[in-house]
Structure formats: structure tokens, C-alpha cells
């Protein structure tokens, strides 16, 4: 696989911010006395670590393994969606379906870049074809609520993120083999939107915009946070197709989608009850909890560079 150099441009500033970040944690913990902060401060920068760690060794694989990559999260993200919905027996075979049949099914299109296919997979077959699973089990207690469930959940953690991997397959002219870092772009200006939102709203945050939602998250964290991303992004232009104003443009579309992910996917938890999807990820929750914007990006941002763009 031909890795163009400013993939190593970009994964070295990751590890730059990676390493800022830790000798800050280092320094504060030096002078500051609240434990329960910097522990937490702590596990998430060492998620981070390891987190940058696999999806870089992934990416510069070649298409194939990010694409396997990424499936992976799929399943896992969904595994924590669909243990806090309950289910019932009727619901197993579906399940079975929807875990071993279309989430690989849906990926395997995805990497052979078939977008007829990948694009209509889950939101016209699956969505026919869950219900009419659960119906043949015979169990229609319930039943809308368990088939929206179910289908919610894959449309969210397969269908939709499977569009950042979908990313490798546009064709675009003069970016021949340039495609990885449109996804690293993707994925930079996504989670360092969370993490620049989180920090204006822990500096300036507040009033809140949805305290029975997320009661962390702020106007001053929302609008601080996508400005420094948009702006980070636009600063990224060098890395993408666009003139530095259309990477600014595309920038803030994606903060605005992450966010409105991340609210959306915490209306669903405080439906549950709890606090995060898993605890897989020190510091971070579980799978769900960090890709949740990602979610919710992916298809917007692949759907505006294909039609503008390719």
C-alpha cells in the first residue's frame, strides 16, 4: 500500500498532542490535590494512547484491515446498545441475523467498495426483514417498540459508521491513493471536537442546553468547541482535497453532526438509566460513548464530499 507522507504528518501530531497531554497530567498531578480529577484525567489519556495506537496500526495496514477494524467496533458498539434494550426469546434469532449475517455482510460491500449495495443494505432489506423475523417467531409482545430497538441499533453502530470506512473507496480526482487521510481527517476533527468542547465547557460552560440530556455539555463548550475544531480543520486543509475554507466548511459540519450525535445517544442512556454504554474504556465509558459522534458524522460528511467532490 502507497501511504502518502502526510499520513505520518498527521498520526505524528496525534502522538505530539498525545504526549502534551501527558506531561500536563504529569505536572498537575504535582500540584493539585484533587485525586478523583486527575485519575480520571489520567485513564482517559492513557484510552487515548491506546486507542490512537491500534487505529493507527490499522490504517497504515491498508484498506482491508481498517475496514475489519472498524466492523469490529461495530459489533462491539452494538453488543452495548442492544444489553441496555432488553430483549426476549423471540428476539434471538433476529439477533443472530443482525450480529453474524448483516453487520459482516455490510461491511464485506463496504470493502469492495460497492456503494449500491452498502448503501441499501440495512435501511431497506434489514429494515423489511427484522420485523418480519421477530413476527415469524410468534412473539408480539411488545413488538414495535423490540423491532425499533433493534433496528435503531443497527442503523447507528453498523450502518452509519461503516460510512467512515466507506471513505477509502471514493474516487476522487487528484486524490488517487490519498484516501486514508480522509478518514484521519474525519476521525481528528471528531474526537478532538469532544475533547475541545469538553475543555471550553470546563472553563467557561454555564449555561447549560439540554441539562436533563447532558447536563455537562454547554453553550459556551459547544460554540468554543466547534470553532477551535472548524478552525483546526481548516488548518488541516494541506491534508485533504478541499481549499482550506471548504475544510473549515466541512470541519463545522462534522462538529455540529458529533454533537448532535453525542446528545442524542445520552438521551438514550438517561431513557436507560445509566451513565455510560459499557466500561470498557477507562476513563471514556464504553465503545458507544466514544464513537457515538463518529456516528453521526460519518454518513453526512461521506454523502457532501461524494456528491461535491467525486
Given at each position: 500500500m502507497?501511504?502518502?507522507?502526510?499520513?505520518?504528518?498527521?498520526?505524528?501530531g496525534v502522538v505530539a498532542i498525545l504526549l502534551f497531554a501527558s506531561l500536563t497530567n504529569a505536572i498537575l498531578q504535582r500540584r493539585l490535590k484533587d485525586a478523583a480529577?486527575?485519575?480520571?484525567?489520567?485513564?482517559?489519556?492513557?484510552?487515548?494512547?491506546?486507542?490512537?495506537?491500534?487505529?493507527?496500526?490499522a490504517a497504515l495496514a491498508g484498506k482491508t484491515s481498517t475496514t475489519v477494524l472498524f466492523g469490529f467496533l461495530s459489533f462491539l458498539a452494538l453488543r452495548e446498545f442492544i444489553t441496555l434494550t432488553p430483549t426476549r426469546r423471540g428476539d434471538h434469532r433476529p439477533l443472530f441475523w443482525v450480529f453474524f449475517v448483516l453487520t459482516p455482510l455490510q461491511y464485506y460491500w463496504v470493502g469492495t467498495g460497492n456503494y449500491g449495495m452498502f448503501s441499501i443494505l440495512i435501511p431497506v432489506y434489514a429494515f423489511l426483514f427484522i420485523p418480519a423475523r421477530i413476527a415469524l417467531a410468534g412473539d408480539t409482545e411488545c413488538f414495535l417498540e423490540r423491532a425499533a430497538k433493534i433496528q435503531w441499533g443497527l442503523m447507528v453502530c453498523v450502518y452509519c459508521l461503516s460510512y467512515a470506512p466507506a471513505l477509502l473507496s471514493l474516487e476522487i480526482p487528484g486524490y488517487e491513493n490519498h484516501n486514508l487521510l480522509l478518514l484521519l481527517f474525519l476521525v481528528i476533527v471528531t474526537q478532538i471536537s469532544d475533547v475541545l468542547q469538553y475543555v471550553w465547557g470546563k472553563l467557561l460552560g454555564k449555561r447549560k442546553i439540554a441539562p436533563l440530556v447532558s447536563p455537562n455539555k454547554t453553550w459556551e463548550g459547544f460554540i468554543g468547541g466547534i470553532i477551535s475544531a472548524s478552525l483546526i480543520g481548516a488548518g488541516l486543509w494541506w491534508a485533504t482535497?478541499?481549499?482550506?475554507?471548504?475544510?473549515?466548511?466541512?470541519?463545522?459540519?462534522?462538529?455540529?453532526?458529533?454533537?448532535l450525535g453525542g446528545l442524542t445517544m445520552s438521551a438514550i442512556k438517561r431513557d436507560r438509566g445509566v451513565k455510560d454504554y459499557g466500561n470498557t474504556l477507562q476513563g471514556h465509558g464504553g465503545f458507544l460513548d466514544r464513537i457515538d459522534s463518529l456516528c453521526f458524522a460519518a454518513p453526512v460528511f461521506f454523502h457532501v464530499v461524494r456528491f461535491f467532490f467525486t
Amino acid at each position: 500500500m502507497n501511504i502518502p507522507h502526510e499520513t505520518y504528518w498527521l498520526l505524528g501530531g496525534v502522538v505530539a498532542i498525545l504526549l502534551f497531554a501527558s506531561l500536563t497530567n504529569a505536572i498537575l498531578q504535582r500540584r493539585l490535590k484533587d485525586a478523583a480529577l486527575l485519575q480520571n484525567l489520567g485513564q482517559r489519556i492513557t484510552a487515548w494512547w491506546v486507542m490512537s495506537a491500534v487505529f493507527a496500526f490499522a490504517a497504515l495496514a491498508g484498506k482491508t484491515s481498517t475496514t475489519v477494524l472498524f466492523g469490529f467496533l461495530s459489533f462491539l458498539a452494538l453488543r452495548e446498545f442492544i444489553t441496555l434494550t432488553p430483549t426476549r426469546r423471540g428476539d434471538h434469532r433476529p439477533l443472530f441475523w443482525v450480529f453474524f449475517v448483516l453487520t459482516p455482510l455490510q461491511y464485506y460491500w463496504v470493502g469492495t467498495g460497492n456503494y449500491g449495495m452498502f448503501s441499501i443494505l440495512i435501511p431497506v432489506y434489514a429494515f423489511l426483514f427484522i420485523p418480519a423475523r421477530i413476527a415469524l417467531a410468534g412473539d408480539t409482545e411488545c413488538f414495535l417498540e423490540r423491532a425499533a430497538k433493534i433496528q435503531w441499533g443497527l442503523m447507528v453502530c453498523v450502518y452509519c459508521l461503516s460510512y467512515a470506512p466507506a471513505l477509502l473507496s471514493l474516487e476522487i480526482p487528484g486524490y488517487e491513493n490519498h484516501n486514508l487521510l480522509l478518514l484521519l481527517f474525519l476521525v481528528i476533527v471528531t474526537q478532538i471536537s469532544d475533547v475541545l468542547q469538553y475543555v471550553w465547557g470546563k472553563l467557561l460552560g454555564k449555561r447549560k442546553i439540554a441539562p436533563l440530556v447532558s447536563p455537562n455539555k454547554t453553550w459556551e463548550g459547544f460554540i468554543g468547541g466547534i470553532i477551535s475544531a472548524s478552525l483546526i480543520g481548516a488548518g488541516l486543509w494541506w491534508a485533504t482535497p478541499f481549499t482550506w475554507w471548504q475544510a473549515g466548511a466541512l470541519s463545522l459540519l462534522i462538529t455540529v453532526m458529533g454533537f448532535l450525535g453525542g446528545l442524542t445517544m445520552s438521551a438514550i442512556k438517561r431513557d436507560r438509566g445509566v451513565k455510560d454504554y459499557g466500561n470498557t474504556l477507562q476513563g471514556h465509558g464504553g465503545f458507544l460513548d466514544r464513537i457515538d459522534s463518529l456516528c453521526f458524522a460519518a454518513p453526512v460528511f461521506f454523502h457532501v464530499v461524494r456528491f461535491f467532490f467525486t
